[in-house]
């Protein structure tokens, strides 16, 4: 029978680059499923003012807002202000662009395996 995984605080901790991109963006996926068939990752996304980061997912996505303001504009052109509490849901194939004045951090669900962003 699995037994559940405690992660911890995942909130203060330091968080790597996301070296593929201009920006100051940082990713770390926490918990990762054990099921291959039906992958599911869960982490950490930080951005940093500077360059905007536009992304393409391959997977489908959910991001809670857990702190700052970022600023999300999708293929369509549509944008808005992330806030604190603010959930969004990325589809795959959705290009995606992330910027900031300050800095945001973003919880995430995404339906993939671990580093697979």
Known sequence: MPAMQ???KIL???LPAMDDFDANV??????VSEDPDKAITAGLFRIEAGESMTYTYTYHEIKLIVDGEV???DCT????VGTKG????????????????T???????????????
């Open 6 to 8: 405690h992660k911890g």
């Open 12 to 14: 203060d901790r330091t």
């Open 26 to 31: 940082f990713l770390d996926d926490f918990a």
């Open 71 to 73: 600023h999300i504009t």
């Open 77 to 80: 052109g549509e944008t808005v």
């Open 86 to 101: 603010d959930l969004f849901y990325f589809p795959d194939d959705c290009e995606v662009t992330f910027w900031t004045p």
């Open 103 to 117: 800095f945001g951090v973003g919880y995430f669900v995404g339906q993939r395996g671990e580093g697979e962003a």
